[in-house]
C-alpha cells in the first residue's frame, strides 16, 4: 500500500501586479508569510533581483521548501511548494500567494509523492484562450486531485478528517486562528488553532447533550449565560425551551460568530433571535463582575484548556459562577475527555466539588465522532447542593425531544449519560 511521504505542488500565477512581482523585499516577505501561515518551520531565506525584471528565491523550511521565480513583464510567476509529511499543508501557501500577487487566477498540479496513481496533471488550455480574450473560457475550470488532510493532535493521539483542500474561511485574532473547511466525511467543521470545534454532521450531539440535561433539570429556567459558545449552536438549542426570556451570550472572539454565521447557519440559527443579548467580550472578566444570583443556568461552552479557553478552568472563575447562580441555579460545562484530557478532565471535577459540594456535581458523557477519542464529558453542578438526576421527568424529556425532532437527546439517554463506567467513576474518587 503507497504512503503519503510528501507533497509537491507546482504552480503557476497569472496577471499578477508587475510591480509587486519585480520587488525583492516583497516577494521574500510574501513567501516567508506563505510558509508561516502554513505552520511550516522557516529556517532560512536566500532571494534575487535580476537586472531589470525578476525575482528568483527559495524559503527553506524544516518541512522542505518553498521556491520562486517570477517575470514580471509578463505578470507571472512560477512557485515551487514541497513540504514532507502531512504536518504543513501548501495549499495554504498557495491561496496566501495568490492573494499576495494579486493574481487574476493560478493552475497548479500537485504531486502526492509515494502516491503515483493521484498524479493528474491540469488542463489549462483555457489559459491560452484566456490570453486572446475569447468567450471559450466560461466553459472551462482549472482542475486538480487533492488528498489534504486535516489532524487534530497532540504529542499522543491524533483524528484525521480528509477535506477538499478549500479554506472556507480563516482569520487570525489575537487570540487564536479561526478556520472553516469542508471535510468529505463530516461536512464543514470549524476549528480553532487546529482543533476540530464542530462539525455538520456531528454537532447535534454536543450541542443537545451541552444544554438540555441542565435545562430539563430545572423547574424553569428563565435567565440563561453562556459563556463561549460562538458557533451558536447551544444558544439555537436554548431556545427550543418555552420558559427562557433571554439568553445573554459572551463569546472573546468575533470571527468565530462571523465564520459561522456565513458557512455554517444551521448552527448559528439563533444569532438573530430577539432575545439573546450577545457581548463579545471576556466571559472570565463578564463573570467576575456580575451580580450575585443573576442566572438560573450558567453554560460553560469553551475549548480545551490553553489559551484564550485556559481561564475556564481556574477554581476563581467557578467561584465567580456560583456567586452569579440564582439558589436553584445549575451550571453545566463541557469537562473535557476521561481519556484525552485525564489531567484537566479530574481536576475540573475536583474544583467543582470543593466549591459546590460532592453530592452537587454529576458528570455525564456523550459519543461525538470528531472529538479526540469519541468520549466526551459534561459535569453539572446545583448551587442548592442536591444532585439534579433524580427530578428528571423522563416522560417530558422524551416528549421534548420528539416534539423539536432532537436526533440525540432524550429521556432514556439522559438517565444512561449519568452512567459512568467503572474506569471512570475511579478517576473521579
Known amino acids: 500500500m503507497s ?10 500565477f497569472f496577471g499578477c501586479s508587475p510591480d509587486i512581482l519585480n520587488d525583492v523585499i516583497t516577494i521574500e516577505k510574501s513567501m516567508v508569510n506563505a510558509a508561516i501561515e502554513a505552520q511550516a518551520t522557516v529556517i532560512n531565506a536566500t532571494f534575487h533581483h535580476f537586472s531589470p525584471y ?3 528565491g527559495v524559503v527553506v523550511i524544516q518541512e522542505s521548501h518553498l521556491a520562486i521565480h517570477t517575470w514580471p513583464e509578463y505578470g507571472y510567476a512560477a512557485v515551487d511548494l514541497f513540504t514532507c509529511g502531512d504536518e504543513v499543508n501548501p495549499w495554504i501557501s ?3 500567494l495568490k492573494t499576495a500577487f494579486e493574481a487574476d487566477y493560478g493552475s497548479a498540479m500537485e504531486i502526492n509523492r509515494g502516491q503515483a496513481d493521484l498524479l493528474k496533471r491540469v488542463n489549462i488550455d483555457h489559459l491560452l484562450k484566456e490570453r486572446q480574450g475569447t468567450e471559450s473560457q466560461l466553459e472551462h475550470k482549472v482542475k486538480f486531485s487533492r488528498n489534504v488532510w486535516f489532524t487534530d493532535k497532540d504529542e499522543n493521539l491524533a483524528l484525521s478528517l480528509r477535506h477538499t483542500g478549500n479554506l472556507l474561511y480563516r482569520k487570525k485574532s489575537e487570540f487564536q486562528t479561526v478556520q472553516v473547511l469542508e471535510s468529505h466525511a463530516f461536512g464543514k467543521m470549524l476549528t480553532i488553532d487546529n482543533l476540530i470545534m464542530t462539525t455538520e454532521k456531528d454537532e447535534f450531539i454536543y450541542h443537545e447533550m451541552i444544554t438540555h440535561p441542565a435545562m430539563l433539570s430545572h423547574a424553569a429556567p428563565k435567565n440563561i449565560l453562556v459563556i463561549g459558545g460562538g458557533d451558536g449552536g447551544t444558544v439555537r438549542e436554548l ?3 418555552d420558559s427562557v426570556e433571554k439568553v445573554t451570550m ?12 456565513e458557512h455554517l447557519p444551521q448552527i448559528a440559527a439563533a444569532f438573530d433571535h430577539p432575545n439573546l443579548d450577545l457581548k463579545i467580550a471576556d466571559g472570565i472578566a463578564y463573570v467576575a463582575e456580575a451580580a450575585a444570583e443573576s442566572f438560573d443556568i450558567i453554560i460553560v461552552d469553551g ?11 481556574s477554581e476563581e472563575f467557578y467561584k465567580n459562577v456560583q456567586k452569579a447562580l440564582k439558589k436553584d441555579g445549575i451550571l453545566v460545562l463541557q469537562s473535557e475527555s476521561p481519556h484525552f484530557h485525564q489531567k484537566a478532565f479530574v481536576e475540573l471535577n475536583h474544583c467543582l466539588k ?9 458528570v455525564y458523557l456523550a459519543q461525538i465522532p470528531t472529538y479526540p477519542t469519541g468520549t466526551w464529558s459534561f459535569t453539572m453542578a446545583s448551587k442548592d447542593g442536591q444532585a439534579k438526576l433524580p427530578q428528571l421527568d423522563q ?5 421534548f425531544s420528539e416534539k423539536h425532532g432532537l436526533s440525540y437527546y432524550d429521556g432514556a439517554v439522559h438517565q444512561a449519560a449519568f452512567a459512568l463506567p467503572p474506569f471512570v467513576r475511579k478517576m473521579l474518587k
Open 3 to 12: 504512503k503519503t511521504l510528501g507533497r509537491h505542488i507546482l504552480v503557476e
Open 250 to 261: 459572551v463569546e472573546i472572539d468575533g470571527n468565530v460568530v462571523e465564520a459561522c454565521k
Open 54 to 56: 525578476g525575482v528568483s
Open 239 to 241: 431556545f427550543r425551551h
Open 94 to 96: 498557495y491561496d496566501y
Open 354 to 362: 470543593d466549591i459546590f459540594g460532592a453530592e452537587a456535581v454529576e
Open 395 to 399: 416522560a417530558a424529556a422524551n416528549a
Open 303 to 313: 475549548s480545551d484548556p490553553a489559551g484564550p479557553a485556559e481561564g475556564l478552568f
